[in-house]
């Protein structure tokens, strides 16, 4: 199987969601709780696939690093952004280039980052307070030209949800239930 | 030299590949199948569908029939090789655990039965059972089953599911509230039973089949008790249907086979789990139950017959305390029965006085039914849940789930009524002393 990706199948579920989009509509959930300090636990929530409910049984930590305060227990939450980015462009490449016919043997995005914690700490600058850049590269050996692999790497970006995501405005609607404790 | 020929479902064709294009360029769309060969239905009978449908004349002999392909292995070309390489592999021929032309000719039959459009045949019916239910289920997943399960099911959920990860919550299947408030947000499955073993509770399916569509999760039902004749399961709302081909679709008790069938989305998801698990049907048995269900219509209605007299029979004896058949009208689901099943099955289970120590008795002294576990058969089938389907549970717990002492489960096969019914008449008269029964 190229890819280890059932072309048969992706392309019977492209019709499928062709004629019946509700069958494209995923819904996520996950949920994150305060453990200690700046560690946390992430569950996903089970999620729904079309109109069906899966099971996501999956639980991560995340840490900062002692020098932010914390215990270096996982990986922190810009790392976790960058591997749901890279992740997502992955399962994009991969797919693009199997739809494609490409044949590859292997690929691996390396990502970096910078971020200026003046912005997180609110002193006075001009820096953002998020990433202003991600750089990364994507190392592939497949039996595609250089070209087409430029192609797919333009497309897959395209077609990549996170990447696409963080690449335009997003609305972030949140509410806060609190409780007051009387000391 | 390579074969250029398609050795599998000529209709079944690689997805096109567009150099620089994406995925909604693909062209290949799901379709029914796989099929050895475009094969109009000629009719849209039970029994004209019994006997034609998936059956293929050998196409170089003429020999009339599907041949018998004994074969573990089948010559490669390049075209089989595309469908490995394009995740295609259930369309072609390759290897008898992925596929063989008898396996997909009484897979046509079946589906055609049910009015599916994918079948898969088992090497068993819990083989069917394990392979679907662990197609549908991920990680952490919950389904919602009866609470009076076949033993094989309920130790699929009840010893495997934690080793897996996976969880079970048992309902009453007449209880709908109960049912719905068990759905966790991680429920993947609702599995029933169409009629229950062993006091044959007729389950209302469509009742299933709509909390199941508004919860978003899927149905699968065992009909093994409800075979396509009697219902289509999957007219219901049903997702998949599954059976134990060892039942009444072959019904000459002489091989074990299972099916799961059901829209090819789904039992397309199943065929991998046929790979793992390794339940592939033997072609030899697949001819077998090919043949057995040419002769499904007539069977069942040749049950139903026999059955319903028997029961009939049954139930005016003042020996017999209780009688269970869905078409009595004394029955608790006779309603439901009328509304979902179109032809009666076998299956008979009654209560005699003198509790178990009299049902003992009575299996001896029956000439007809063997005595052997099972149902579905030509040949009436006799046991007693005591001492086989139930014979874990004590006797507190039988009778909690409806099974009293005296409690006889009948599988009447085909034999004339007027037999059977003469010889249950001698098999109470001779198991219950002369003096009483003179009081009787």
């Known amino acids: 199987m190229r890819n280890a990706i059932p072309t048969a199948a992706l392309s019977e579920f492209v019709n499928e969601v062709a004629a019946a989009p509700e069958e494209a509509i995923m819904d996520y959930g996950l949920e994150v709780k305060w453990q200690s300090g700046t560690r946390a636990i992430s569950e996903t929530k089970p999620m729904k696939v079309g109109p069906h409910q899966v099971s996501r049984s999956f639980s991560w930590t995340s840490d900062e690093p002692r020098q932010l305060m914390g215990n270096n227990h996982g990986p922190n939450p810009q790392e976790l952004l960058l591997s749901g980015l890279g992740s997502c462009m992955m399962v994009s490449f991969i797919a693009g280039a199997t739809a494609e016919g490409i044949q590859l043997e292997s690929v691996r995005i390396d990502f970096d980052a910078t971020l200026d914690l003046r912005g997180f700490m609110g002193l006075g600058t001009n820096s953002t307070v998020g990433f202003p850049e991600i750089r990364y590269q994507i190392h592939v050996t497949g039996d595609a030209t250089a070209e087409e692999f430029a192609e797919l790497h333009r497309k897959s970006v395209a077609h990549s949800p996170n990447a696409q995501t963080i690449l335009n405005p997003v609305h972030l609607n949140g509410d806060i239930i609190s409780t007051r404790i009387e000391n | ?440």
């Open chain 2, 1 to 440: 030299m390579t074969n250029p020929k398609i050795l599998g479902d000529d209709a079944s064709l690689p997805p096109a590949s567009t150099k620089g294009g994406w995925l909604n360029d693909l062209n290949r769309a799901r379709a029914a199948g796989p099929f050895l060969a475009a094969h109009p239905a000629p009719g849209t009978g039970p029994s004209t569908t019994a006997v034609h449908a998936g059956t293929h004349d050998d196409p170089r002999t003429g020999a009339v029939g599907t041949p018998i392909y004994q074969a573990s292995t089948f010559v490669l070309n390049d075209g089989q090789y595309r469908s490995v390489e394009d995740g295609f592999a259930r369309d072609r021929f390759i290897y008898s655990r992925y596929g063989n032309p008898s396996q997909w000719a009484v897979q046509e039959k079946l589906a055609a039965l049910e009015g599916a459009e994918s079948a898969i045949v088992f090497s068993s019916g819990m083989a069917a059972i394990t392979s679907t239910v662990l197609a549908l289920m991920d990680k952490g997943a919950h389904v919602v089953a009866s609470s009076d399960l076949y033993g094989g099911t309920f130790n699929l959920f009840n010893q495997e599911f934690p080793t897996l990860g996976m969880s079970c919550t048992m309902v009453d299947s007449y209880d709908f509230d109960a049912i719905e408030a068990a759905i966790q947000p991680n429920t993947q499955m609702l599995y029933f039973e169409a009629i229950t073993n062993p006091l044959l509770k007729v389950i209302d399916i469509p009742r299933l089949a709509e909390i199941a569509k508004r919860r978003n999760v899927r149905l699968v039902v065992d009909a093994t008790f409800a075979p396509p004749v009697a219902m289509r399961t999957l007219d219901h709302g049903v997702d998949v249907v599954i059976h134990s081909a060892s039942k009444y679709l072959n019904g000459h008790s002489d091989l074990i086979a299972g099916v799961a069938a059901g829209p090819r989305k789904l039992i397309d998801m199943i065929w991998p789990r046929l790979l793992n698990y390794g339940g592939s049907l033997d072609p030899h048995a697949c001819f077998l139950l090919e043949r057995g269900l040419k002769t499904l219509a007539v069977r069942m209605r040749a049950h139903e017959e026999s059955a319903l007299a028997l029961a009939e029979y049954l139930e005016s004896h003042p020996r017999v305390q209780k009688v269970f058949y869905p078409f009595l009208p004394s029955h608790p689901d006779y309603d439901t029965a009328s509304r979902l099943l179109k032809n009666g099955t076998g299956n008979v289970t009654f209560f005699i006085e003198g509790g178990d120590a009299a049902a003992l008795r009575l299996v001896d002294a029956l000439n007809i039914p063997k005595q052997a576990t099972s149902l579905g058969g030509v040949e009436s089938l006799i046991s007693l849940p005591f001492n086989t389907s139930q014979a874990t549970f004590t006797a507190k717990q039988r009778a909690d789930v409806g099974i009293d002492p005296g409690c006889v489960r009948l599988s009447v096969g085909i034999e004339d009524a007027a037999d059977l019914i003469a010889d249950f008449k001698q098999a109470l008269t001779a198991i219950y002393p002369a003096k009483e029964a003179a009081h009787a």
